[in-house]
């Protein structure tokens, strides 16, 4: 199984700030990768896919790059709503499998 | 507007059955590759398994970790996809999520809680 090494487990950023998010895959998965935010008590609401593809409707603050087993994940300007918590997940092999999520704050 | 509606979820006891149904609504049902993913609570995400399109042969396939206990099946005529549990465990409860994926967008249902207790 391909293990998704995300960090970090949680940070703590003021409003404005640029909050980046790391995941490493443990083999080479392409750019078959997607992000991920949820908020508690709700369903994830898919980010980005392919690694770096915004959503339609998608906030451009939000951005995602790399390829191969680095991935990031940015938020160019943290804001109030972007409170929660951010998954990547790999898609290139089975079974799938996820980071084990990044906690963003305010603070 | 896609939708996933996910329902089945509710109290067992330790070794016993359960199904969970979800239908989708709002795309080709068809054309869609049917997912389930769990979270325990307050713990991240874990995928469970899928289908395949009956185009692409309808096989499913597991996480190692419900292999031999949990089975996906779908009734394209209803638009369904259901995750029937046996043998379940107390480190099966969790919110069961129906996900698909449409031209690389993926959708998510608002889930089911299932809750193995005695």
């Known amino acids: 199984d391909i293990q998704m090494t995300q960090s970090p487990s949680s940070l703590s950023a003021s409003v404005g700030d640029r909050v980046i998010i790391t995941c490493q895959a443990s083999q080479d998965i392409r750019k078959s990768l997607h992000w991920y935010l949820q908020k508690p008590g709700k369903a994830p609401k898919h980010l980005i896919s392919?690694?770096?593809n915004l959503e339609s409707g998608v906030p451009s603050r939000f951005s995602g790059s790399g390829s191969g087993t680095d991935f990031t994940f940015t938020i160019s300007s943290l804001q109030p709503e972007d409170i929660a918590t951010y998954y990547c997940q790999q898609y290139g092999n089975l079974p799938r499998t996820f980071g084990q999520g990044t906690k963003v704050e305010i603070k | 507007e896609v939708q996933l509606v996910e329902s089945g979820g509710g109290l067992v006891k330790p070794g016993g059955s359960l199904r969970l149904s979800c239908v989708g609504s709002g795309f080709t049902f068809t054309n869609g590759w049917m997912s389930w993913v769990r979270q325990a609570p307050g713990k991240g995400l874990e995928w469970i398994g899928r289908?395949?399109?009956?185009?692409?042969?309808?096989?499913?396939d597991y996480d190692a970790s419900v292999k031999g206990r949990f089975t996906i099946s779908r009734d394209d005529s209803k638009n369904m996809v259901y995750l029937q549990m046996d043998s379940l465990k107390t480190e099966d409860t969790a919110v069961y999520f129906c996900?698909?994926?449409?031209?690389?967008?993926?959708?998510w249902g608002q889930g089911t809680l299932v809750t193995v207790s005695s």
């Open positions: 392919d690694a770096s």
């Open positions: 996900v698909t994926a449409l031209s690389k967008s993926v959708y």
């Open positions: 289908i395949a399109t009956k185009s692409a042969g309808g096989t499913p």
